[in-house]
């Protein structure tokens, strides 16, 4: 079932999230809503708060530009970056109207911990985009989204841009 997906400015994409407890079925249906909701975007990434649902878990498939589909479900990932700044172009979000993108900086590798769908631990390392996307799913779990790290003067043009549409969007 392709899902709702939740957008800037809805407060529930800046809340930092519950782990997940148990791997219920209610949690494998979610995920495997969410990898639909994800292909469907299409994206190469979706975070549980994008859905409305406040929990830490994501899916991704950075290969998603591929013939070959590789989708993963991470749950309660916990990320150690370090390496040295890796620009992230024009990064974007399904969450974030107005199609809008900007250069992030990242880290250029990343640690990752997680539970798979089967309770199995996940330990390894990424690198180039991959770790970028992972870096970027695992701060919606925190609340935090690629708008909160560029420039004051860009997220306030930015934020303009985003009321306006807004305004157009209650008036029609
Ligand atoms: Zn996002």
């Known amino acids: 079932?392709?899902?709702d997906i939740v957008t800037y400015p809805d407060p529930r994409l800046?809340?930092?999230?519950?782990?997940?407890?148990?791997?219920?079925d209610e949690i494998r249906r979610l995920a495997a809503d969410m990898l639909e909701t994800m292909y469907a975007a299409p994206g190469v990434g979706l975070a549980a708060p994008q859905?409305?649902?406040?929990?830490?878990?994501?899916?991704?498939?950075?290969?998603?530009q591929d013939a070959e589909k590789r989708p993963r479900v991470l749950i309660n990932p916990e990320?150690?970056?370090?390496?040295?700044?890796?620009?992230?172009?024009?990064?974007?979000?399904?969450?974030?109207?107005?199609?809008?993108?900007?250069?992030?900086?990242?880290k250029s590798r990343v640690l990752l911990r997680a539970r798979d769908l089967?309770?199995?631990l996940?330990?390894?390392?990424?690198?180039?985009?991959?770790?970028?996307?992972?870096?970027?799913?695992?701060?919606?779990?925190?609340?935090?989204l690629f708008i909160d790290r560029i420039s004051r003067?860009?997220?306030?043009?930015?934020?303009s841009k985003v009321k306006k549409w807004l305004r157009r969007k209650k008036v029609a």
Do not use: W
């Open 1 to 3: 079932m392709i899902l």
């Open 14 to 24: 800046q809340q930092k999230c519950e782990p997940v407890a148990e791997i219920s």
């Open 51 to 64: 859905v409305g649902r406040n929990m830490r878990l994501l899916v991704m498939d950075p290969a998603a």
């Open 79 to 106: 990320l150690t970056l370090s390496g040295e700044d890796l620009l992230s172009e024009q990064e974007g979000c399904l969450s974030v109207p107005l199609n809008y993108r900007a250069d992030v900086l990242r």
């Open 118 to 120: 089967d309770g199995k």
């Open 122 to 144: 996940i330990e390894e390392e990424l690198t180039g985009f991959p770790a970028i996307v992972i870096q970027h799913e695992a701060d919606h779990l925190d609340g935090i």
């Open 153 to 159: 003067l860009r997220r306030t043009m930015y934020d």
